[in-house]
């Protein structure tokens, strides 16, 4: 699958303001500063697409984006929702703005009815965090359906990521029966950049079984 066109849509301070859900839509959060407006721009192929800084808490709405592919799988180019939702974890913000975010956040993965599936990102330098497990733990509770990705997998050495993505896998078994898929990414480098689209591909063009 090859991104044709993104451009930004909408900024929503609720599920209930986002666009119409005409469309599969797939939601993309992780901690604050983990590299997600980076992946966001290298899957799409547009460097100014979502913003980028260097302080954490900056993206406090639920962002839409308008996606157009083209697919092998189907004659004509199709239309879908990505979406950049606000960051958990770090962030300079009061605690009464920042449980105004969790609410806004569990509102949008439990009731938008077009929600393919949520790419929950990891930064592949570090070993398991609890509040990255507590937040998969939560969407499983939730039955969200979800991916895991890992970022910045080049600003380590391969070792070191490896051990990392290993252990998140073996602390996830503990609790899962069946894992969710992983990808290991690089937005500087563009590592895993097919795989994720290719996956997005399968969500969007295969029928789901029944």
């Known amino acids: 699958m090859e991104i044709t066109k993104a451009a930004y849509l909408l900024s929503s301070p609720s599920f209930d303001k986002c666009p119409k859900p005409d469309r599969g839509e797939f939601a993309f959060i992780g901690r604050s500063n983990v590299g997600k407006s980076s992946l966001i721009n290298m899957l799409c192929n547009n460097a100014s697409l979502a ?29 879908w929702f990505l979406v950049d939702l606000p960051g958990y974890g770090y962030a300079k913000v009061s605690q009464s703005s920042r449980r105004k975010w969790e609410q806004m956040i569990e509102g949008y993965l439990r009731k938008r009815e077009n929600l393919v599936s949520v790419f929950v990102l990891v930064d592949a330098r570090h070993q398991p965090q609890k509040i990255d497990l507590e937040f998969m733990q939560q969407l499983g509770d939730w039955e969200v359906p979800f991916a895991v990705i890992f970022t910045k997998a080049d600003k380590e050495k391969p070792g070191v990521v490896k ?14 029966q069946f894992l969710p898929p992983f990808f290991v990414t ?10 994720v689209l290719e996956y997005l591909e399968r969500c969007l063009t295969e029928e789901p079984e029944n």
Not at 53 to 77: D, L, R, W
Not at 186 to 195: E, F, V, W
């Open 186 to 195: 690089s937005s500087t480098k563009k590592d895993g950049k097919q795989d």
């Open 163 to 176: 051990r990392n993505v290993e252990a998140m896998t073996e602390l996830m078994r503990e609790h899962w």
């Open 51 to 79: 913003k980028t800084s260097a302080s954490p808490g900056k993206t406090q709405m639920i962002n839409h984006f308008e996606i157009v592919s083209k697919s092998k799988k189907v004659k004509e180019p199709f239309k």
